[in-house]
């Protein structure tokens, strides 16, 4: 039983390709992440849903949307990819006033 | 400069030492304090747990944090292999489910305990 699980785990493409990336979660939470960890390990926050209303937006290119269909599913769509997007990308969820974000197992994303 | 810095490492140790894993922060508002573990090509999950300053213990792990220095700190004793990950230090200014709630990580510090 997975708690948040994301789809695909490897991800191969070519510069200028459109992409999407999905997490799930079954833990009942309100509010879903979206991660970048790029070569060196740092791990930065790019978007935060809760109960499908954006609520965090960080600084990031607008080739990047997120889409929260319900509480449940959070995507990311990834347009014109290039080279510096080549990184692992993390989906993450916590319960309302929690302290613990549930992460999945990453998709490494590698754009050539 | 980063709003939290803490030292990439790579940090190697033998079986049995005391591992000490730091982290500084310039934002005053942070109250929330936590380090995650990730193995190699998995997600982060959550080792400790801190809300403002003292410290905290769970088995082999304690957890400090001084909000007057603006450090923390993760102590692992009788470090063991099985110990050997990436250990990430985070903070927020509030609760998770919030804006507030937005996590901020450390680079990560790369610790392997050999036999």
């Known amino acids: 039983d997975t708690a948040v699980s994301q789809t695909p785990k490897y991800l191969v493409t070519q510069m200028g390709n459109d992409k999407s990336i999905k997490c799930e979660q079954n833990?009942?939470?309100?509010?879903m992440y979206w991660y970048k960890q790029d070569s060196k390990k740092f791990l930065k926050i790019m978007f935060s849903y809760n109960n499908k209303e954006l609520i965090i937006n960080e600084t990031v290119p607008n080739r990047f949307s997120p889409k929260s269909p319900d509480k449940a599913h959070l995507n990311l769509h990834i347009n014109s990819l290039e080279l510096g997007d080549s990184a692992v990308y993390f989906c993450a969820s916590i319960g309302q006033g929690a302290s613990e974000q549930y992460f999945g197992p990453g998709t490494r994303l590698t754009v050539t | 400069q980063k709003e939290v810095e803490q030292d990439p490492g790579p940090l190697s140790v033998p079986e049995g030492a005391i591992v000490s894993l730091n982290c500084t922060y310039s934002?005053?508002?942070?109250?929330?304090f936590m380090w995650y573990r990730q193995y190699s090509r998995k997600g982060p999950e959550l080792l400790m747990y801190?809300?403002?300053?003292g410290n905290k213990e769970d088995g082999r792990f304690t957890a400090q944090v001084d909000k007057s220095s603006k450090y923390i700190s993760l102590f692992i004793r009788d470090s063991q292999p099985s110990d050997s990950a990436t250990y990430l230090c985070a903070m927020s200014e509030g609760a998770g489910g919030t804006s507030y709630g937005k996590l901020t990580f450390g680079q990560g510090t790369i610790l392997t305990v050999h036999p």
């Open positions: 801190t809300y403002s300053s």
């Open positions: 833990l009942g939470h309100d509010t």
């Open positions: 934002n005053s508002a942070f109250q929330y």
